[in-house]
């Protein structure tokens, strides 16, 4: 049972759907109550296999046949769609207009490959603690947009296991959005926009009004991470090019001539220090002046074009849009998809998130270890039982009120293993269940 | 429903059950939510005529927005049309016989509704043209009558509370509309999710608060709502009437009509046509024929050996109706991704281009996009170049695009970036053409201006050809023709 490496091979794959990954409790997040709703019978499931190979339709009675199906393909990583009016596995049998998706979480996702306009340290597929900083900004925003505008409480947030982080809303209301709400909903959010060849890419508001409600609300938070991210951390305005770029942001009728001379002469400044030019700017102008307000307005877009979240809103639009597992293993990485808490977001470091092999590892530890301790160990391997045996009582309420094999990635981590503990995802497990009742 | 009563309709309240409720004052409004069926007797000829003259006005609006008319014209044609065919006074004209216009109207939407509820794609036009008529009537209604008519229909959303409004007020005040607005609504935000997608409403805990010259937005809303669900419950129920030997051959009659009427789709019958080019042919097309949206998505192809999904959609149909035919789009694509690995091109591109051809999936036959949806569906992400560039380009981008793609001179490009300014988008595009066709100012596409993609590069194309026949005195056959 040594499997060492990080590696994904199909084995180590078919060893973390078997005894690792917890489909009780994506069960009961899917199904809102105990027993198959169909919420989780007509819910579409769809496999990546080795190769590329990709299984649309997919859909299963209970938790135990999810888990006999994942275990004898071995997929690389799924995926879920909507419940849809039949069972997707009838899809063929059905009338075409007997199969429409009807329910569906609300989703969003959000990518590190929109940031890169914008960061300096990474780009493409490549993500590291600095870039996070982004994703930690646009969760908050995110996160807090979502509990008190849209009044919804059963939020999930999921690490996608490379670069980004995915946003489940399971409230009754979020479920049964149209697409055209949720399109409301993605381009309500939906604040940078239009493409490559726009410089400007901030126009929520004409002139200097204030800011329209839904982004006002956040300025005060993002002029709070733009400084040590932007200016200082990602020092997006150093050189001549930056200048340029901070140059091409501000109103061309707000009386700019005098800060391109300061940054011609003086190339070498750094970010912040164009920025508190601007600052002065503002000041000689006078706030209460017209253009005085206009650069005001522009430093405000400008903070917006660099921190506002990036969420790819295709994936939001629609109900059958298909989208990653939670606990899934990115294919690439290896990590695991694990929950995040949204309020310890800035803690957060994907360098950190533990890998198949790294898991398995710990679970070949501990059973090395339940064997040492007596006989007691060795009947409760592996699996199922081994997490019911190490749970604490605390924990062991919140199961009982999703049903039983309630379990969770923090209970099988030996104690002086800290890689998952500081996730600790298991205490908020209960508020993404929503109640039917 | 038409079945329903032994009354004849100009009994004047005197009937028993059901009808009597209606018949007394039969339509004490003006608007209608056709929230009720209408009962009573109709005649066949009736049937067919009231649904003809709506079928009209509905085929206008339609064709109105296909043709691109501005609200402001769409509303004056609109309206125009229904004073001639379906008529509607407001109750303080004497002379009309408003019992009988309303009748009419009334009786004509629900027949209407029968023969549009059958799939979903006839459904979805329906409502929409209809919600377009029910907006024009709405706003030319008499303010009095209309606040009449909103208090009947009892809509369930509230005004805000004195709590609500102190603890919201500067945020309803940066609103466009609250200016002047003591009175603010509220409702669940699902009831408006226009107005949540432009920002035109405070949102608090699910609730959308706005100032209540938002209220038509709202009652539009749920008159669409409501239609969309009473058009689902007839499909339903529509199988009953099939007993009718005298009235399924007419509502069959109707639904054609209308989707014979409008299809304004340019480039299905072009594509036809057009045919043989090759995939080789593509890169000197662009540089001679190709409208600055497209050019500019063929030339980052060319730079970056790829392109995002929404471009290769936009340039793949463009290329499409062009005349590429599905063997030379592979060979195109397959040649110009030249990055990645065969095996990599037939997993993840293959697939799609054959869908945009209609040999996949549901294989529908799609259209090229038209000029509104490429300004429309502009790109939101940085890696993105679909869209219409006159609004995407930072103005420098967008002069140094045209002076080194389309020779644009400097005298002209002030009058261009006049027009984009102006958000006059199309109108810069036929600018261009002519410039680059060495056409004289104001004489368009053959006095047409630029409304599709395609049309710009049939158009440059065709006076290519007549060119080059009228030089040669005679008629050579063009490479790509």
């Known amino acids: ?437 | 429903m038409f079945k329903s009563s032994s009354n004849t309709r100009d009994d004047g309240g005197s009937s028993t059950g059901e009808v009597s409720r209606y018949s007394t004052l039969k339509y004490p409004h003006r608007l209608n939510f056709y929230d009720k069926p209408p009962l009573g007797d109709v005649t066949i000829e009736e049937f067919e005529l009231f649904a003809i003259d709506r079928l009209r006005v509905l085929g206008e609006i339609e064709s109105s927005w296909a043709r691109n008319r501005p609200p402001e014209e769409l509303k004056k044609i609109v309206v125009e049309q229904y004073t001639k065919y379906v008529p509607l006074d407001s109750n303080t004209a004497k002379s009309a016989d408003l019992g009988e216009q309303r009748r009419k109207d009334h009786i004509g939407h629900f027949v209407l509704r029968l023969a549009f509820c059958r799939s979903e794609e006839l459904r979805r036009r329906f409502v929409k043209a209809e919600t377009a008529l029910f907006r024009v009537r709405y706003g030319n209604d008499d303010a009095l009558e209309r606040r009449e008519f909103l208090k009947s229909m009892m809509f369930d959303w509230s005004e805000m509370t004195e709590e609500e409004g102190t603890s919201l007020r500067d945020k309803l005040n940066t609103l466009e509309k609250s200016a002047d607005s003591n009175v603010f609504l509220k409702a669940r935000w699902t009831r408006i999710p226009d107005l949540v997608e432009k920002r035109r409403v405070v949102l608090k805990g699910g609730w959308a608060y706005m100032p209540v010259a938002e209220e038509s937005a709202l009652v539009f809303n749920e008159f669409q709502k409501t239609l969309e669900r009473a058009l689902e419950a007839t499909a339903k129920a529509l199988p009953r009437l099939d007993e009718d030997a005298r009235i399924v051959p007419l509502l069959n009659n109707l639904s054609q009509g209308f989707l014979s009427g409008a299809n304004f789709d340019w480039g299905s019958s072009a594509a036809s046509t057009a045919g043989g080019l090759t995939a080789d042919m593509i890169d000197e097309m662009a540089r001679k024929h190709f409208p600055l949206c497209m050019r500019y998505q063929h030339e980052e192809l060319r730079k970056r050996k790829h392109l995002p999904h929404f471009s290769r959609l936009e340039y793949g149909l463009f290329l499409k109706v062009l005349g590429l035919p599905i063997e030379e789009a592979l060979i195109f694509w397959r040649k110009s991704f030249s990055k990645i690995t065969d095996d990599k091109f037939n997993k993840e591109y293959k697939y799609n281009i054959r869908h945009s051809f209609g040999l996949e999936g549901k294989r529908a036959n799609y259209p090229a996009k038209t000029c509104m949806q490429v300004i429309m569906e502009r790109g939101q992400k940085d890696m993105e170049c679909h869209g219409c560039p006159f609004v995407t380009f930072a103005p420098e981008n967008l002069q140094t695009a045209l002076m080194s793609m389309y020779n644009v001179g400097s005298q002209d490009m002030g009058e261009i970036s006049h027009l984009v300014k102006g958000q006059h988008y199309h109108v810069a595009c036929t600018r261009v053409w002519e410039i680059s066709h060495g056409v004289k100012k104001g004489a368009g596409l053959d006095g047409e201006s630029v409304t599709h993609p395609n049309l710009y590069a049939a158009k440059s194309r065709e006076l290519e050809k007549a060119r080059v026949k009228g030089e040669s005195g005679e008629d050579v056959v063009m490479a790509e023709g």
């Open chain 1, 1 to 437: 049972m040594a499997i060492l490496d990080d590696g994904l091979s199909p084995e180590a794959m078919l060893a973390f759907y078997q005894r690792l990954y917890p489909f009780k409790s994506i069960f009961h997040w899917l199904n809102h109550e105990p027993a198959p709703s169909r919420l989780f019978v007509n819910r579409e499931f769809a496999f990546t296999l080795q190769g590329d190979v990709y299984l649309r339709y997919n859909s299963f009675a209970n938790a135990d046949e999810l888990k006999k199906q994942v275990c004898t393909l071995n997929p690389t990583r799924f995926e879920i769609g909507p419940m849809y009016s039949a069972r997707p596995r009838d899809k063929k049998t059905v009338r075409p207009a007997a199969f429409k998706p009807l329910q569906r979480e609300l989703v969003f996702d959000i990518d590190m490959t929109d940031y890169d306009s914008v960061r300096r340290c990474c780009s493409e597929a490549n993500i590291c603690s600095r870039c996070w900083v982004f994703i930690a900004a646009a969760v908050k925003v995110l996160d807090c947009s979502i509990r008190d505008q849209f009044g919804y409480k059963h939020l999930l947030w999921v690490y996608s296991g490379r670069r980004g982080i995915h946003l489940w809303v399971s409230d009754q209301e979020a479920m049964e959005l149209t697409d055209e709400e949720r399109r409301a909903i993605a381009n309500y959010l939906t604040v940078v926009g239009g493409g490559k060849e726009t410089k400007k890419k901030v126009n929520v508001r004409q002139g200097s009004k204030p800011l329209p409600p839904g982004i006002g609300e956040f300025i005060n938070l993002l002029q709070g991470v733009f400084p040590p991210l932007i200016l200082q951390d990602q020092d997006s305005f150093a050189g001549e090019a930056g200048a340029e770029e901070l140059l091409a942001l501000l109103p061309a009728n707000a009386q700019t001539e005098p800060l391109r001379k300061k940054w011609t002469a003086n190339p070498d400044k750094s970010s912040e220090e164009k920025w508190d030019d601007i600052r002065n700017q503002v000041k000689i102008l006078g706030k209460a002046t017209a253009s005085g307000k206009l650069l005001l307005a522009a430093m405000e877009d400008i903070v917006l074009q660099y921190t506002w979240p990036r969420i790819d809103a295709e994936v939001s639009k629609h109900r059958n849009h298909l989208l990653k597992a939670p606990f899934c293993v990115h294919p690439k990485t290896g990590r695991v998809c694990v929950p995040v808490d949204p309020t310890r977001i800035d803690e957060f470091d994907p360098a950190t998130v533990p890998t198949v092999g790294q898991l398995l590892k710990e679970v070949d530890e501990a059973m090395v270890i339940n064997n040492e301790d007596g006989a007691e160990g060795a009947q409760h391997l592996p699996g199922k039982s081994l997490f019911s045996q190490h749970r604490s009582p605390r924990k062991a309420v919140s199961s009982h009120e999703l049903g039983e094999g309630m379990f969770s990635l923090h209970d099988l981590q030996p104690s002086e293993s800290r890689s998952m503990s500081a996730y600790a995802f298991t205490d908020r497990l209960p508020a993404f269940f929503p109640s039917r009742r």
